[in-house]
């Protein structure tokens, strides 16, 4: 289920052009991350792969078919989608929004519910919670009943624009780790929206960051785009947040240009260029996150 | 008292009369409302031009109404449907704007990632937008119930049989009591509609407490409104 855009453009009705002529192909059964800063188009771009939105021009296929001759209806109910403030049915109970999707399909009430306890347990929710509406549930746990759906009718594809933006730090990083674990079992093709660096360094196989008009900056594994950032762009974006991340330059090659970096428990989180010596702090990528933990 | 056991057969079968005509406006609203509410937010234009259609019906005065319906239904002009008929017009003018602000009070994004995880448009109307419209829409729904039972009073005015006749009667004949009868049995089949209309939301719409605040306080004051 490799997702591809070609040369894709979106100008709306009044004349904003949200995405410029982007092109990029989504491998399967990765995680790929579009980050970027707000009104850079990331939403546009995900929302044109479930046909929310469609291209001014240009192509988005999946597995090499036009998804413009779907029918969006049914695009839909194969797509999973998880957005911010999880966008749960506010009148169904916790079971039944979990259910939405198989529902739609027909699955008979007996099986979808059963099913949708299941997806409970899978996204770590005690089924207790089943029957209460998400009003009455917390931030973090809207959230998981929202991937809970978005996995419902076990979709290949999985959309989320920025999910865990409206959770406090700690139930974030929470999510994240529950997201990794989940998507090391399913390996699902998994469109990660967000404006958060770190979590695209820490979810994303691929990265891309994005400029205004969903123009590509810099894409590849996280390793490659802290090692090279391409531009001073992506510097600057990537080393934004220098405070929490406690790295320290610690030594600089031959040319005085390298700086190898490394975080608060030692370890080397990334190399970066240093031209003249005016350094951008760059970040640590999962695995040395996980050695910090 | 007295006056009432004596005449119990009269006042109970006014009552039912009165019940019974007024059944009709209150659902002929709430049938029209959903359709036109849900136009009325499909764009600016059509919201203009529904809600001030149903504030120009509103403000026909019903002896009007009542005159000028037999002409324009080819009804006698004793007969009860043009009483129903003025106040199903009525019912229907004052359900267009709770209803309009009952689909208004549906929150875009529900709407929004409903679509997106694969409601149809059809699918979502039932599914979605009127189950969340169900609180707002009810609250109109009970003014406009009240509404009609009091109104519906007007009718004897052109011979209808309605508790009306105890006010009519009772004036003519300088007789307290039976306007008081009147009012009070009034006051009791508008109670009667009122709890029949909370008991079915209630099974209806069980989720209601569980609705984000903002559009339960869009319940209290579209109730305000259209009153006002
Ligand atoms: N329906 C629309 N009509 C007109 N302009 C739009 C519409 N949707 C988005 N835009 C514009 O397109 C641009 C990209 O919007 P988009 O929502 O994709 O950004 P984003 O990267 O998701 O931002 P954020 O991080 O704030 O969510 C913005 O300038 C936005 O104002
Ligand atoms: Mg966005």
């Known amino acids: 289920m490799s997702i591809e855009f070609r040369s894709v453009t979106k100008r709306f009705a009044d004349e904003t052009v949200a995405v410029d002529d982007f092109s990029l ?5 990765k995680t790929t991350v579009l980050v970027g800063s707000s009104g850079c188009g990331k939403t546009t771009l995900l929302r044109m792969i479930n046909r929310m939105v469609d291209p001014s021009s240009g192509v988005i296929t999946i597995d090499d078919e036009d998804i413009a001759t779907v029918e969006p209806v049914a695009l ?9 403030n999880s966008g749960l049915l506010p009148h169904r109970k916790v079971v039944d929004n979990v259910a939405t999707v198989p529902l739609l399909n027909g699955v008979p009430k007996a099986e979808a519910r059963e099913r949708a306890l299941e997806l409970l347990d899978t996204v770590g929710l005690d089924r207790a919670l089943a029957d209460r509406y ?26 989320m624009d920025e999910p865990f933006g409206a959770v406090d730090p700690i139930v974030r990083s929470e999510l994240q780790h529950e997201l990794i674990r989940l998507q090391r079992e399913l390996g699902k093709t998994v469109v990660f929206v967000t404006h958060d660096i770190d979590e695209a360094f820490l979810l994303g196989d691929q990265v891309v960051i994005l400029e205004k008009g969903a123009k590509i900056a810099q894409q590849g594994h996280p390793r490659e785009i802290l090692a090279n950032p391409a531009t001073e762009f992506v510097a600057s974006f990537i080393g934004a947040d220098r405070g929490k991340r406690r790295l320290a330059p610690v030594a600089a090659a031959a040319t005085g240009d390298d700086v190898l970096l490394v975080d608060g428990t030692g370890y080397a989180a990334g190399v970066i260029s240093a031209p003249g010596g005016k350094l951008a702090y760059s970040i640590s990528d999962k695995t040395d996150q996980a050695g910090d933990a | 008292m007295v006056w009432l056991w004596q005449n119990l057969e009269l006042v109970l079968g006014l009552a039912l009369d009165h019940a019974r ?3 009709a406006p209150v659902l002929v609203s709430f049938i029209a409302s959903i359709p036109l509410g849900w136009l009325a937010n499909q764009s600016r234009v059509l919201r203009t031009i529904l809600l001030t259609l ?20 080819g009804t006698r002009i004793l007969d009860e449907i043009n009483v129903v008929v003025a106040l199903s017009i009525y019912a229907v003018a004052v359900m267009v704007r709770g209803s309009a602000d009952a689909f208004a009070s549906v929150s875009k994004d529900v709407i929004g990632s409903s679509t997106a995880v694969g409601y ?4 979502r109307f039932w599914g979605v937008e009127l189950p969340l419209a169900g609180p707002v829409l009810l609250a109109s729904l009970r003014v406009v119930s009240v509404t009609t039972v009091s109104l519906l009073s007007v009718g004897s005015l052109i011979g209808v049989t309605t508790l009306g006749y105890l006010f009519l009667d009772g004036y003519q004949r300088s007789f307290p009591t039976e306007v008081v009868i009147g009012i009070a049995f009034t006051v009791i089949i508008a109670l009667i509609f009122d709890a029949v209309l909370v008991t079915i939301g209630r099974i209806l719409m069980p989720y209601t407490r569980a609705l984000p605040t903002s559009s339960r306080a869009s319940v209290t004051r579209v109730a305000a409104e259209v009153t006002s």
């Open chain 1, 25 to 29: 192909l989504i491998p399967s059964r």
């Open chain 1, 76 to 84: 839909r109910r194969r797509i999973g989608y998880v957005m911010q």
């Open chain 1, 134 to 159: 998400p009003s009455q549930l917390s931030g973090g746990q809207q959230q998981r009943v929202g991937v809970a759906r978005g996995l419902a009718a076990d979709p290949n594809i999985l959309l």
């Open chain 2, 21 to 23: 005509l007024s059944v």
């Open chain 2, 54 to 73: 149903g504030g120009v019906l509103f403000t026909i005065p019903s002896i009007a109404l009542f005159v000028t319906l037999p002409v324009i239904l």
């Open chain 2, 120 to 123: 149809s448009r059809w699918g």
